[in-house]
């Protein structure tokens, strides 16, 4: 599948319509701000400079500063797991072999 689409465009377009899904479901522009965040390690001025410029996702997410914090680091025990799931079905999404996945 050619992903190439989706990495030009830009963060700035698609910024509104996360806004958008967000205050159709009752959140704010602050709870999106605050995952974009805890996701990429930007913070409101990098994240306005980046929707300033224009950057496209394929560099919005190089540029960033940290992607989202190890799994290790996360202090809730339960959000810890969700996000071991989240890794390992990234792995097998990536086309890794449940074997590898597994560590078998």
Known sequence: MDNTRVYRMTFASVYPHYMAK??????????????????????????????????????????APQINPNVEDIEDPLM????????????????KSTKKILRR
Request: aromatic fraction near 12%; charge should be negative.
């Open 22 to 63: 967000a205050e159709k479901k009752g959140r704010t522009k602050t709870e999106v701000d605050e995952i974009i965040f805890w996701l990429t390690g930007y913070d409101a001025e990098a994240l306005q400079e980046h929707i300033n410029k224009k950057t496209d996702f394929e560099q919005f997410f190089t540029q």
């Open 80 to 95: 810890q797991r969700v996000r071991y799931l989240d890794k390992l079905i990234d792995e097998l999404a990536k086309g």
